[in-house]
């Protein structure tokens, strides 16, 4: 017969400690922690249950932000080991040497494992990047030695990075050359004058990384349509 296992003590508390970053930052369900930060509700299950090293580090750096922290703030919420006695003051010297030496350990812990997370990252968007780091200096040479050599040939080689990009969640404003209606919320004009819903050249790209705002695009003004006031 199959037994129902409890889940340990540690994952109680670490889905206690999520439950209030969570209704710190407005979240009132596991389902849209996982929609605000464009990540699985396996990988939320995961933060309550698992082992965090399991979890890619943009994968914490999602759920970190999406709840208004840094990823080394969160993780250090939802890492720390609950302690029972916690409850009695100590006033014993032995006790207290106990106790600094068990939050050094800890810290120590925090930055190791932080640091691994950071590495694990690095080297899985280095893989997703593998294309371009072969061929792009490769094609810059050929570029210099041939300078007939058609940009275009090189755009291709762009292509991993741009991949690499929209997984991230970063969401371009407007299109180079592009003409718009101003908007001064996503476009910051480089000269002249604009009212909103001028129309407007785009110079420059902006951002957005999910939801919020990382840069307005640069654009400049042009003159109104023949007939326009």
Known sequence: MTRLQTPPESATHR??????????????????????AGVSQWQVRQVRTGALSNLRWGVLCQLSQAL??????FVAVL????????????????????LKQEYQRLQRQLNQQSQHLRQEFQRESLERLESFL??????????????????KNLLPLIRPVEQ?????GLIPIGDVQAIVPYNPQQHQLKQGTATPGDRVRITH????HREH???RAQ???????PGQP
């Open 134 to 151: 072969r061929f792009w200096y490769t094609a810059a040479a050929m570029v210099q030695q041939n300078p007939q050599l058609p940009a």
């Open 213 to 215: 705002l990382l840069w």
């Open 79 to 98: 890492e720390r080991e609950p302690n029972p006695a916690a409850a009695q003051p100590s006033h014993s010297d032995e006790e207290r040497e106990s």
């Open 68 to 73: 208004n922290l840094s990823p080394s703030q």
């Open 15 to 36: 889905t206690d400690r999520l439950r209030a970053l969570m209704a710190q930052a407005g979240i009132s369900s596991f389902r849209e922690l996982s929609r605000r």
């Open 205 to 208: 790209r902006g951002y957005y």
């Open 164 to 168: 690499l990009f929209e997984d991230w």
């Open 219 to 225: 654009v400049d003004p042009l003159p109104p349509h």
